[in-house]
């Protein structure tokens, strides 16, 4: 029969049994298979994708690696929604007009070279703009240490933010919802 199962303490004659130090697993041809378990009938018609008559994908989502990085391209995006139901004033309502300028035209530019596929967003640099002349390389990192540790204190990263992060470095959907987050 071409299909063997073996377990360990099982002990054959055949030449591969002989070679391998570990006699578990399915074999074909003196090779052993490697098998993963199969998904549920829900998980699977998640992952089904449909397929045009030349066998391409329909849907233009790219699956793989975000080699751009442009699940970053709203960090630091002060959003200009209204707080109108609870009638208080949003962050973006409280940044002087001179700086809601800046901030917009720095998002058009940016958008607008994020258009072209020769401009990406590196992930570990962080860009910080309109800081006073005074302000100290020791100083800047100060502030951001201190930053970082509210952000974490706040719970500003959630599980959506890490998903994000997984999936773009290449993680398939079913790779995340298999990883304990």
């Not at 089904?48 to 849907?59: M, Q, W």
């Not at 035209?105 to 596929?117: H, I, M, Y």
């Not at 570990?124 to 800081?131: E, G």
């Not at 974490?152 to 599980?159: A, F, H, I, Y």
């Amino acid at each position: 029969a071409p299909f063997v199962s073996r377990d360990v303490g099982d002990v054959g004659d055949d030449s591969a049994a002989a070679n391998t130090s570990r006699f578990d697993g399915i074999y074909l041809n003196n090779r052993r298979l490697l098998i993963n378990l199969s998904v549920d009938k829900t998980t699977a018609s998640s992952l089904k994708v449909e397929r045009d008559a030349d066998g391409k994908p329909l849907s233009t989502t790219l699956t793989g690696k975000d080699r751009r990085n442009l699940y970053l391209k709203l960090e630091g995006h002060v959003s200009t929604a209204s707080n109108a139901a609870n009638g208080l004033p949003t962050p973006w309502e409280c940044l002087p007009r001179v700086d809601q300028e800046k901030r917009q035209t720095a998002s058009k530019d940016k958008l607008t070279k994020l258009k072209s596929p020769l401009f990406f967003i590196n992930p570990v640099r962080l860009s910080l703009r309109n800081l006073a002349r005074g302000v100290t390389e020791t100083q800047m990192k100060g502030l951001c240490v201190t930053a970082l540790e509210r952000g974490l204190e706040r719970g500003v990263v959630n599980v959506e933010d890490v998903k994000a992060h997984l999936r773009a470095g290449g993680m398939t959907a079913r790779e995340i919802n298999d990883a304990d987050l």
